[in-house]
């Protein structure tokens, strides 16, 4: 019953972040692949991923490849087994700040361009556009101080090991 207890926690959580990541346009599939490796202290192969979460090892391929391509896992190989395995990124923190940064930069870009056409005759919008640009050169820079700290945070800490 412990076991069983344990397993329905982990799917708990699993769905969970699904449905967070869902909401931000990453397939659910994806959210509950993520969520399982977080949630996993070994490597897992396709094989494993695809019965775990009781979906096709196509479908899990094919996310595990697009969470490849964004940084937030990797993928590795073991000696004599020619079936890749898939992890955490060690640094998912520092890659997840620096693509929330790269967003926010891009959408700011074109806010900036849409304020330098503002015509005088539109004072709110150009209001509202100065206040968006405004908000966004603050997150920029409240989140690059972030991500400074805490890779100063992370280089004075041991990290944990991944000799396997």
Same mark, same amino acid.
Not at 23 to 41: C, E, I, K, T, W
Not at 87 to 116: G, H, K, M, P, S
Not at 121 to 131: F, G, P, Q, S, T
């Given at each position: 019953? +412990?076991?069983? =207890? #344990? &397993?329905?926690?982990?799917?708990?959580?699993?769905?969970?972040?699904?449905?967070?990541?869902?909401? !931000?346009?990453?397939?659910?599939?994806?959210? @509950?692949?993520?969520?399982?490796?977080?949630?996993?202290?070994?490597?897992?192969?396709? /094989?494993?991923?695809? =019965?775990?979460?009781?979906?096709? #090892?196509?479908? *899990?391929?094919?996310?595990?490849?697009?969470?490849? /391509? #964004?940084?937030?896992?990797?993928?590795?190989? @073991?000696?004599?087994? $020619? @079936?890749?395995?898939?992890?955490?990124?060690? !640094? *998912?923190?520092?890659?997840?700040?620096?693509?929330? *940064?790269?967003?926010? $930069?891009?959408?700011?870009?074109?806010?900036?361009?849409?304020?330098?056409?503002? +015509?005088?005759?539109?004072?709110?919008?150009?209001? $509202?556009?100065?206040?968006?640009?405004?908000? &966004?050169? &603050?997150? *920029?820079?409240?989140?690059?101080?972030?991500?400074?700290?805490? @890779?100063?945070?992370? +280089?004075?800490?041991? =990290?944990?090991?991944?000799?396997?």
């Amino acid at each position: 019953m +412990a076991a069983r =207890s #344990k &397993h329905s926690r982990t799917d708990e959580v699993v769905e969970r972040i699904a449905v967070l990541l869902e909401a !931000d346009g990453m397939p659910r599939v994806a959210g @509950r692949l993520f969520g399982l490796l977080l949630l996993s202290a070994e490597p897992l192969s396709l /094989d494993a991923l695809a =019965s775990q979460l009781g979906v096709s #090892k196509a479908s *899990i391929s094919v996310n595990a490849r697009m969470l490849e /391509d #964004k940084g937030v896992v990797e993928r590795v190989g @073991r000696q004599a087994d $020619r @079936r890749d395995y898939y992890r955490i990124a060690d !640094d *998912i923190l520092e890659r997840t700040l620096e693509q929330r *940064i790269a967003r926010i $930069r891009r959408f700011n870009q074109a806010i900036t361009v849409a304020r330098a056409a503002c +015509a005088t005759e539109h004072d709110i919008v150009c209001a $509202r556009l100065e206040n968006m640009e405004r908000a &966004h050169n &603050h997150l *920029i820079e409240v989140t690059e101080r972030a991500l400074d700290e805490w @890779r100063t945070r992370r +280089a004075s800490t041991p =990290s944990p090991s991944r000799a396997r």
